[in-house]
């Protein structure tokens, strides 16, 4: 089946679960509150995100000098960094780093680029059992099945449905249900793995160019685990987290507590240069940085898209979609699911398997109110919506019904009359029997959606009626 239908099966599915969907946008609306008061927070939002917009900008301009200040710096500490033109070029290098280290165990901390890559696969098939330490991860690992958000991956699982995962997988005792109990569990399961790992691989929030430093942002210190208590740590990271100074931190940081969970800064926050230096105690003996490329030298040549780069992956635009609300995460088959993910996929993943996602989406435009780094994310909608119609991937019912439109509308009789149609047969079609079953030709439309009844008659028959009829007496008079 291809990635099309397969999308709007699954986004058919979600849509019909009436009792998900209230529970996801329960969660998602307590995101909102949050973040919200977050922003408030701040003397002047609006000025942050100014801000914010400038210094991507600013990175982004000049990446490859910033890129190279940045590669300077961790070499110059003894650190190794790579540049991975591809996914595979990524996974095979982090794949030579394991086998020379003879590493037979891995632990991992959040990190989307890793899922773009397919990495924990590769290293499974490669016989290096690999374990997810954060723990939405762990639990979607333990379900085998991809992250639902960006920031919050099990964010569509009820606490008794992680409790029966945990007594299965983990062994927990029956009723240990409480939040403390569960992450006591997660604990419990995980401290031997972080003891007994050769290798830790982490993502990174940004890159600091001038002080050559990858910064961590986290709330449950599984990164900082991953990061320093293995012999070997592996950074895989896209070549876009750059930031230039680390001043822009002071800035960077709390907008992205703030946009993607409400919080005034997150609890874990690591500034990680390269290898333990001869006069520190801690640290890992060996030290790379994957940059990923995977499309996104392309993006920053294109000036027209160079600004989806500025993403900082905060989780906000899917926040407050209404797409996202309805359908989740995982309907969307992609690494990035939401507004980014519907104006990147295509980018990193293809037109031919990805165009179809910029139509998920009713171009309210709150995804582009809610980015921290004002990218305009609608509008990239729409540019990848003309991309996929001149790529031919456009829909010819859709392209009709669009045709018939624009000849009704262009004539104010003629719209009338197909109005008063319209409600018409809506009407008859109440009365008929088997309204919604097989034979219904909207069932396509209401399977999941509730049709409205039509109203008795149009806003301009309402309007000449009530001009027509007497003023209505004042009581008072
Ligand atoms: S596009 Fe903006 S709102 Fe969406 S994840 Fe990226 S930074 Fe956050």
């Known amino acids: 089946m291809n990635a099309e239908r397969q999308f709007r099966r699954a986004g058919a599915r979600a849509a019909a679960d009436a009792a998900r969907q209230d529970f996801l946008r329960a969660g998602l609306a307590g995101y909102g509150h949050a973040a919200a008061g977050a922003r408030r927070r701040f003397a002047d939002w609006s000025a942050a995100r100014d801000r914010c917009q400038e210094v991507k900008a600013e990175a982004l301009a000049h990446l490859d000098a910033y890129l190279l200040r940045f590669e300077e710096r961790v070499v110059a500490r003894g650190g190794h960094v790579f540049w991975a033109e591809t996914a595979a070029a990524a996974r095979d290098y982090i794949l030579g780093v394991a086998r020379r280290h003879g590493a037979r165990r891995v632990i991992k901390s959040k990190s989307m680029v890793s899922e773009e890559v397919r990495l924990t696969p590769a290293l499974e098939a490669a016989g290096i059992a690999t374990v997810e330490t954060d723990l939405g991860e762990f639990i979607v690992q333990l379900r085998r099945e991809p992250p639902f958000h960006i920031v919050t991956p099990a964010m569509h699982l009820r606490r008794g449905e992680i409790a029966a995962l945990f007594q299965r997988e983990l062994g927990a005792p029956p009723g240990a249900d409480s939040a403390e109990e569960l992450a006591g569990a997660a604990r419990r399961a995980l401290r031997d793995q972080f003891l007994a790992a050769e290798m830790g691989i982490t993502g990174a929030n ?256 309402w309007w000449r009626r009530r001009t027509a009829a007497p003023p209505a007496r004042d009581s008072h008079d």
């Open 206 to 461: 940004f890159l600091i160019a001038e002080e050559g430093l990858v910064a961590i942002t986290e709330n449950e210190g599984n990164a900082r685990l991953c990061s320093s208590l293995p012999r070997v740590h592996v950074v895989l990271t896209g070549l876009e987290k750059v930031l230039p100074r680390l001043a822009d931190l002071g800035l960077f940081w709390p907008v992205l507590a703030a946009a993607g969970t409400g919080q005034p800064i997150t609890c874990y926050n690591s500034l990680i240069g390269g290898p333990r230096q001869p006069e520190e105690r801690d640290g890992p003996e060996e030290f790379h940085v994957v940059l990923l490329d995977n499309g996104r030298s392309a993006l920053l040549a294109d000036r027209e898209r160079r600004d989806t780069l500025a993403c900082i992956r905060c989780g906000a635009c899917l926040n407050v979609c209404p797409v996202f609300h309805t359908i989740g995460g995982h309907a969307y088959g992609a690494t990035y699911s939401g507004p980014i993910g519907a104006v990147l996929m295509p980018q990193l993943g293809g037109l031919e398997r990805f165009g179809h996602l910029a139509f998920a989406s009713s171009l309210c435009g709150a995804c582009t109110e809610a980015c921290p780094v004002k990218i305009d994310l609608h509008r990239h909608l729409i540019r990848n919506r003309r991309d996929a119609v001149a790529a031919g991937r456009g829909r010819r019912r859709e392209g009709w019904a669009v045709r018939a439109w624009a000849w009704l509308a262009a004539d104010p009789r003629r719209y009338q009359r197909a109005g008063a149609v319209l409600r018409r047969l809506l009407r008859v079609r109440r009365v008929l029997p088997g309204e919604g079953g097989m034979l219904d030709p909207l069932r396509p439309w209401t399977r999941a959606r509730a049709l409205p009844a039509p109203p008795a008659e149009s806003f301009r028959e």
